[in-house]
């Protein structure tokens, strides 16, 4: 027995020990982790997206609040103020039309008579639609002065232009051209909600216009 175990000692002790080197323990390290096992919990890759977008929104303002004269106090004073001025613009400009043409031309669509204007004009003032019948009686004016040659037909022409061209020849209804040219501006541009009063105004003016006669070409008013 004395001997048996002596034997096993020397047997144990003569076995050199195992070693591995550093790369082949790091890759087998990596190996390892990398086993779903260890990554149950992990956040996803939105969540992780998120996290450094956070954390490059904190470090901006970290740097803008170190810029400001107050701090972070100092700059959450601007932000408000900045926000506080644009709502002051947005109520008093509007907000933008998404039906606004990029050159502002009166007509956007197909040529239509002025009595087509006119029967659009008055079926959406039935309904309530006013702003979209401002749009329609106002065509129907300017085409027809275009019908009565009073205006030359032009692609493109504004409200504007339109009413400071017909003034020429209806000089008594230059002061009502251009307001109603400034009216459909800030219902189609400026997102300016018409009503009764607007649309009543502008189809006195297209009848008024009617049985109004032009002063002849080169005349002074």
Do not use: C
Not at 12 to 23: E, F, K, L, N
Not at 66 to 79: K, N, Q, R, S
Not at 110 to 133: F, Q
């Amino acid at each position: 027995m004395r001997s048996t175990g002596g034997l096993l000692s020397q047997t144990a002790s003569d076995t050199p020990p195992v070693t591995i080197g550093r790369d082949a323990a790091r890759e087998a390290a990596r190996q390892e982790l990398s086993k779903p096992v260890y990554h149950q919990n992990d956040p996803g890759l939105v969540q992780r997206a998120l996290d450094r977008f956070w954390d490059w929104v904190g470090d901006l303002f970290d740097h803008a609040s170190g810029a400001t004269p107050g701090g972070a106090l100092g700059l959450v004073a601007i932000a408000v103020f900045a926000i506080l001025a644009i709502a002051a613009l947005w109520w008093r400009l509007g907000a933008p039309s998404r039906t606004a043409g990029p050159a502002g031309a009166l007509f956007d669509d197909g040529i239509r008579s002025a009595a087509d204007h006119r029967t659009a004009a008055d079926a959406l003032a039935s309904e309530g639609r006013w702003s979209e019948a401002v749009q329609e009686r106002m065509r129907a004016v300017v085409r027809s002065l275009e019908e009565r040659t009073l205006l030359d037909p032009r692609p493109g022409r504004t409200a504007d232009e339109a009413a400071a061209e017909a003034a020429v020849s209806l000089p008594s209804h230059a002061g009502a051209l251009r307001a109603a040219a400034r009216t459909f501006d800030d219902v189609t541009y400026g997102a300016r909600p018409a009503d009764a009063a607007m649309y009543a105004a502008l189809r006195d003016l297209d009848l008024a216009l009617t049985r109004t006669k032009p002063l002849p070409t080169g005349a002074t008013p």
